[in-house]
């Protein structure tokens, strides 16, 4: 399987602050990044999609502005939290994608945003 | 959101149980995963499938892809305490690209 690092995998944070994640994929090129949200006892909604050197497509209901996607290049995707509030309070895991008709996806260990 | 239906969405079950876990849709894909998912970590590929009927099988785990294309499932056999956590099955559609719909997952319990 692929290999994928996501830091940091738990935060805390005062509201009002930002917070960011960074997923890296370690053994291979990744076109596209999917980054999730999970609550507690739910299944992982997806967030956005990015693809290397473009913006990212948001899923309806995800604020642009307040979920920062970044995928400067093809092994390091960072996702920015900005204002953060309790209600952001999740489970973010991130899922590098390699293409190429590769259909496997593969995850990163999650990170876990407390807001207080 | 969620387009795929999986039961049961937990079970409770005594160590050397089998186990058997099933995701059904309305609509069609064309590859069909498994995953575990262990709290506070990110889910863990168990099982992929790609054709209507494959049968694949993973240790103690086996997995099908159903022949309609719109359902498949996982058994677990002989179940041991370490095979606690939540599974999810998760499916791609020909129209969707590379994005995965979920299913709601299935936490399982195994008492020893």
């Known amino acids: 399987g692929a290999v994928v690092s996501q830091h940091p995998s738990w935060v805390i944070c005062k509201s009002g602050t930002s917070v960011k994640i960074e997923c890296r994929s370690l053994d291979f090129q990744a076109t596209t990044m999917f980054w999730y949200r999970q609550f507690p006892k739910q299944s992982l909604m997806l967030m956005a999609t990015?693809?290397?050197?473009?913006?990212?497509?948001?899923e309806q209901g995800v604020e642009k502005d307040k979920f920062l996607i970044n995928h400067a290049s093809l092994t390091l995707s960072t996702l920015t939290v900005t204002s953060a509030h309790p209600e952001d309070s999740s489970f973010y895991i991130c899922s590098p994608y390699r293409g190429r008709g590769n259909t496997e996806a593969f995850f990163g260990q999650g990170t876990r945003l407390t807001v207080v | 959101g969620q387009q795929l239906n999986q039961s049961p969405q937990s079970m409770f079950i005594q160590e050397g149980e089998d186990v058997s876990m099933n995701c059904t849709s309305s609509?069609?894909?064309?590859?069909w995963l498994w995953y575990k998912q262990e709290p506070g970590e990110g889910p863990v590929l168990l099982i992929a499938?790609?054709?209507?009927?494959e049968l694949t099988s993973n240790g103690r785990l086996t997995a099908q892809f159903g022949i309609t294309r719109k359902d498949s499932f996982l058994n677990i056999s002989a179940s041991i305490p370490s095979d606690v956590g939540i599974y999810f099955c998760a499916g791609q559609r020909e129209t969707s690209g590379s994005r995965l719909t979920f299913g709601e997952g299935t936490q399982l319990t195994v008492n020893p």
């Open positions: 499938l790609y054709k209507a009927g």
């Open positions: 609509s069609i894909f064309n590859t």
């Open positions: 990015s693809n290397e050197g473009s913006k990212a497509t948001y």
